[in-house]
């Protein structure tokens, strides 16, 4: 669906006579790649060649949305709200999140437990809760190697005799599927593997 404009011609064929007009280039900096029409008076349906003007995208985009600075001195990143970029905003949240009352109240009960100062200064712990922590520290340093465990577990299983022909038995099954002969009992693999 087109959008009809004045004479019958589609918006954008008046965007290709303003760019043509324009010399193809940006009117700002001269690039000629990614260039973009622009409303000189903000009009979208106002077409008129004098109205449009040929702009880069990024020359477009600081049009509309001028670059903003942090307001923190010596920041020098844009920011999307409240005068700040994305760190010192996320800080400032913090901050402000961290004076409220009843997250004070929970933060200095889960200190408490502890025997932290909610500053953050004293890490001494109660004695029970130090040893508690020394206990659990124990049982996880006396527990048997896993990987040890599980690797012996997984030889003596197939060690077993059962297994041992249930998987010989697969693997005939499988040579013969594919049309190969089975191997003769005993027979090494060496250089033969795969042969008729």
Same mark, same amino acid.
């Given at each position: ?6 004479? @019958? ?13 324009? @010399? %193809?280039?940006?009117? %700002?900096?001269? =690039? ?12 979208? =349906? ?18 509309? /949305? $001028?670059? #903003?600075?942090? =307001?923190?001195?010596?920041? @020098? ?12 905003? =996320?800080?400032? *949240? ?11 109240? #929970? ?10 100062? $909610?500053? @953050? ?5 109660? +004695?029970?809760? %130090? ?24 030889? /003596?299983? *197939? ?22 002969? +089975?191997? $003769? ?10 042969? +008729?």
């Amino acid at each position: 669906m087109k959008n009809i404009t004045r004479n @019958g011609k589609s918006r954008f064929v008046w965007y290709y006579e303003a760019r043509k007009h324009k @010399g %193809r280039k940006c009117t %700002r900096c001269n =690039s000629t790649l990614r260039l973009e029409t622009h409303h000189i008076d903000g009009d979208w =349906s106002n077409n008129a060649i004098e109205n449009l003007d040929t702009l880069c995208r990024p020359c477009h985009k600081e049009h509309h /949305k $001028p670059h #903003r600075i942090c =307001s923190i001195a010596g920041c @020098g990143g844009a920011h999307a709200a409240k005068g700040l970029c994305g760190p010192h905003y =996320s800080a400032e *949240y913090d901050k402000e999140y961290l004076r409220r009352p009843e997250v004070k109240a #929970r933060r200095a009960a889960y200190m408490r437990e502890w025997r932290k100062s $909610p500053k @953050g200064r004293a890490y001494a712990k109660r +004695p029970e809760v %130090r040893e508690k922590l020394r206990l659990a520290a124990e049982k996880k340093n006396n527990r048997p190697d896993v990987k040890a465990a599980h690797r012996e577990y997984t030889h /003596k299983y *197939y060690q077993r005799p059962d297994v041992k022909a249930r998987k010989r038995l697969e693997y005939r099954k499988r040579r013969e599927l594919m049309g190969l002969k +089975p191997r $003769p009992v005993g027979s090494c693999n060496q250089g033969t593997y795969g042969k +008729p």
